[in-house]
């Protein structure tokens, strides 16, 4: 059942904990208020949400994504004005074609949201509130039912001389779609002073539903601190993050308690804290994660967020303290004061009660404040792009930002984790990666340090060192001025969208983890991985089949680094090799156009007699191939050429085909190839990162890009241009082939591409359309959408990064792909414009 997260609240009332953050995100015993709300009604079947949200929508979005983290769909409604309650819910109707439940995002509740579902179809009611009981009533609107439920009366914000009953109106709403034409659009308009009414003046089906359990609006610092209490004491159901100890104490992942120190519950302390000897955690003490608190500190009916360093003999009572602020020893805020986010308190500093004060503030030693320090707030941008974290070097990927980065990405693995590390030859990387080294090792992290590798070869090294993860700095690929900082997992592969969101959440949050001084991480540097790289890559092949064909090969290293690991390797095949460009340049490396390069190999090719000529990308990742009579295969051609070699392999008499993974934009010959094969066909999104993804996948024996990547899971599952370079040799010698044979039997591709420009907020709009548009097709909805035509296909794609859709069209001839192309994006166009 569909649910709508009222979101787009401002908190004001909360500030300054909500200046630079939505009340949604607030935390409530370590995790957002809107996270529990998220939990709730999964717990009771709502499994397909619309979030509305209007301030700091980033945010939001940047934590739940697509809710997939969280065991729900999650899509986004945007106010770009204020448009009341109802107003809001209308802005998301387009998502809303069934009956569905209106929650706010920043209310504490465990309230049976299935049991007001249910009322609400026995009564047939159009539009059913879920009511409560309340000892004082006045800040809410109470609502009068008959017997059977029927609304009577609404009274919104009474008197005690109005007050004729005691259930309110919690704002949670199970509505019908027909609730929409009663809220104009495009205008404020509010669901209990003017929609509900109007219901009842005409006489529809509206009703009541008094429900059992707890209720709560956070709308204020002190039902904020109330709200923990009522969390702590059990009055509410909430999954409360940590291990449970005696006494109502709850324990988070790494938390160090001194054996000198004292708590008592019931308090929760995050993960990572460090509460030193003599510290005394009173009653209702909630701890976010990374808290450290020193010796002879005295917190009590406190909340402090996340990575706050509190000194020796801080003294906090009835305080709330924002996430990264700073209070050093003897320093004392009282009762119900509030600091922001980043604030520092020097030495014995005294906050005295009810004083706010706004992120980002210094409070000097000594100083004694009675009147509160006003700031407002700061902005964001998205982190990752399609090939990892890119900018202009030091620019806008500054040594600064590298540390950032890499604290943040360090605080996603437990302390003591090994990341490996590499970068090419440019001096932009090698200053890159030494910053980013830095701030995993101030995390905890210890760094297996590779120095100038290959792509494939750090991939190998994250394995082969039992690492948690990897990076590498690079220049990218497409501008010499530019950097790009790739991210792997302990598999190797790029990490998953949902890591790289967890990380853009700790890096915008600025939620470090920082190490003591013992517990910083250690730098190492590896010993023959490229050899063990060589071994076990020689290992999988039929090593005596390739000696005895005597290969000569021309292979350009385009000045990068496999021109360090290629030797040992072509050592162990026996082949005559003319190398050219073996030799490290980052001068070079800035100006190699791979195709202009090609060529040359391909005319060394013809004059020298080889067997097979290629391009090695200077990452080590891409392979461009020229046959045994010159001719440069383009990447389809590379990639078909590839394919039939793996699918034709007669190794293994009776055994089954290979399993492969393509990205969904690949021809119609691909697919016709592996199913006259019997050859199982795993269909991939574009993005690299999802391709290595389903490369890993058990069963998968092969993957390949359209942008000359191909993937041999059993070495790596990752694009690897020397694998790629050293199984081909071993098909062709094992099934003695030449790859002009190969070639000539290919079909040829006919794919045509175009570009549309989009604006962001239209891109929804554009696929609905598509896909309303194509119903009388068949759809394949890998990445994008994908309309099968009798002699072809279009794919209909946004671009993650620009405000662009592609579309790409596949024809029986250049010209149908072309005009198919065209057609689908002159549609495109004239939706744009309508």
């Known amino acids: 059942m569909k649910a709508v997260i009222m979101a787009g609240g401002e908190g004001t009332r909360l500030r300054p904990l909500t200046s630079n953050q939505p009340k949604p995100m607030m935390p409530l015993a370590n995790r957002p208020m809107m996270e529990h709300i998220v939990s709730l009604l999964k717990l009771h079947g709502f499994d397909d949400i619309v979030v509305t949200v209007a301030f700091r929508a980033n945010a939001i979005r940047t934590y739940f994504g697509n809710g997939a983290e969280f065991g729900v769909r999650m899509v986004y409604a945007t106010e770009e004005t204020p448009l009341g309650t109802a107003g809001s819910v209308r802005n998301a109707m387009d998502e809303l074609d069934e009956t569905f439940l209106v929650i706010s995002g920043d209310v504490l509740t465990d309230l049976n949201l299935r049991a007001i579902v249910d009322f609400h179809e026995e009564r047939g009611a159009l539009a059913t509130i879920g009511l409560k009981a309340m000892e004082n009533p006045l800040e809410f609107g109470i609502v009068i039912t008959r017997e059977d439920g029927s609304i009577e009366r ?32 495009d205008k404020p308009v509010d669901f209990s002073s003017e929609v509900f009414p109007r219901l009842l003046d005409e006489g529809r089906p509206l009703f009541g539903y008094v429900a059992e359990g707890y209720w709560e609006d956070v709308g204020t610092l002190d039902a904020y601190i109330k709200a923990h209490q009522d969390v702590l004491d059990g009055v509410v159901e909430v999954d409360i993050p940590g291990f449970r100890l005696g006494e109502g104490i709850w324990l988070g992942e790494g938390s160090e308690l001194d054996p000198a120190a004292t708590v008592r519950g019931p308090a929760i302390i995050g993960d990572y804290c460090r509460v030193e000897a003599g510290a005394d955690l009173g009653e209702y003490t909630v701890l976010g994660s990374n808290v450290r608190v020193g010796a002879d ?280 090799v003319l190398s050219i460009n073996p030799y490290a340049s980052t001068r070079q490396a800035l100006i190699f156009d791979r195709w202009e390069h090609a060529r040359g190999v391909s005319e060394l090719v013809r004059a020298s007699g080889a067997h097979l000529g290629a391009v090695i990308d200077s990452d080590g990742e891409h392979l461009t191939l020229v046959d045994d009579g010159g001719h440069v295969l383009s990447d389809d051609e590379a990639l078909m050429a590839v394919l039939r070699l793996v699918l034709d392999d007669r190794r293994g008499e009776g055994a089954p085909a290979p399993t492969v993974a393509l990205p969904v934009s690949v021809g119609r010959a691909i697919e016709e190839m592996c199913r006259e094969r019997g050859a199982p066909l795993v269909w991939s999104k574009l993005a690299t990162s999802h391709l290595m993804e389903v490369a890993n996948q058990p069963g998968v024996d092969f993957a390949a890009s359209q942008e000359g990547g191909f993937i041999f899971p059993s070495i790596l599952p990752a694009y690897d241009a020397v694998t790629a370079l050293v199984h081909t040799l071993a098909l062709l010698a094992h099934n003695d082939l030449r790859l002009s044979q190969i070639v000539a039997a290919l079909p ?59 579309v790409w069209a596949e024809a029986a001839t250049d010209a149908g792909a072309r005009g198919r192309a065209q057609e689908y994006a002159r549609r495109i166009r004239n939706l744009l414009r309508s």
């Open 297 to 576: 500190a005295f917190l009590e009916r406190s909340v402090v967020h996340d990575n706050v360093y509190l000194g020796p003999g801080v003294r906090l009572r009835g305080a709330v303290v924002g996430r990264s602020s700073d209070l050093r020893r003897g320093a004392r805020l009282e009762e119900g004061v509030v600091l922001g986010d980043e604030c520092f308190v020097g030495e014995h500093a005294v906050i005295n009660p009810g004083v706010k004060v706004y992120p980002f503030k210094t409070v000097e030693h000594g100083a004694i404040v009675n009147s509160s320090i006003v700031w407002e707030s700061r902005g964001a941008r998205n982190l990752f792009g399609r090939l990892g974290v890119a900018g202009l070097a030091n620019v806008d990927i500054s040594p600064e930002l590298a540390v950032r980065l890499a604290m943040a990405y360090g605080t996603t693995m437990k302390k003591g984790s090994t990341v490996v590390a590499s970068r090419d030859t440019s001096r932009a990387a090698r200053v890159l990666k030494r910053a980013i080294m830095v701030g995993l090792n101030s995390a905890g992290i210890d760094v297996a340090d590779l120095e100038v590798a290959t792509v494939p070869v750090t991939r190998f090294g994250v394995r082969n060192e039992r690492g948690a993860g990897g990076f590498t700095v690079r220049l990218a690929p497409d501008d010499p001025q530019s950097v790009v900082i790739r991210f792997f997992d302990s598999e190797g592969i790029d990490i998953s969208e949902t890591a790289q969101k967890k990380v853009e959440r700790l890096f915008y949050r600025e939620d470090f983890r920082r190490s003591l001084a013992g517990e910083i991480g250690d730098l190492r540097y590896p010993l023959r991985v490229a050899e063990s790289y060589t071994n076990v890559l020689v290992d999988q092949i039929d090593l005596a089949a390739v000696r005895s064909a005597h290969f000569k090969v021309v292979l350009d290293y385009a000045y990068g680094a496999a021109g360090f690991v290629m030797p040992n390797v072509l050592s162990k095949l026996g082949a005559e």
């Open 154 to 185: 609404f009274l919104e914000k009474p008197t005690w001389g109005q007050v004729f009953s005691d259930t309110i109106n919690t704002g949670i709403y199970v509505l019908e779609p027909e609730i929409f034409d009663y809220i104009e659009a």
């Open 748 to 806: 040829k591709v006919r794919i045509y591409h175009e570009g549309v420009v989009t604006p962001w907020e239209k891109k929804g709009l554009v696929m609905r359309t598509v896909m309303e548009g194509a119903k009388d097709h068949e759809l394949l909805l890998v990445d994008g959408v994908k309309v099968l035509h009798d002699d072809g296909w279009a794919l209909i794609l946004p671009d993650p990064e620009e405000p662009l859709t592609h």
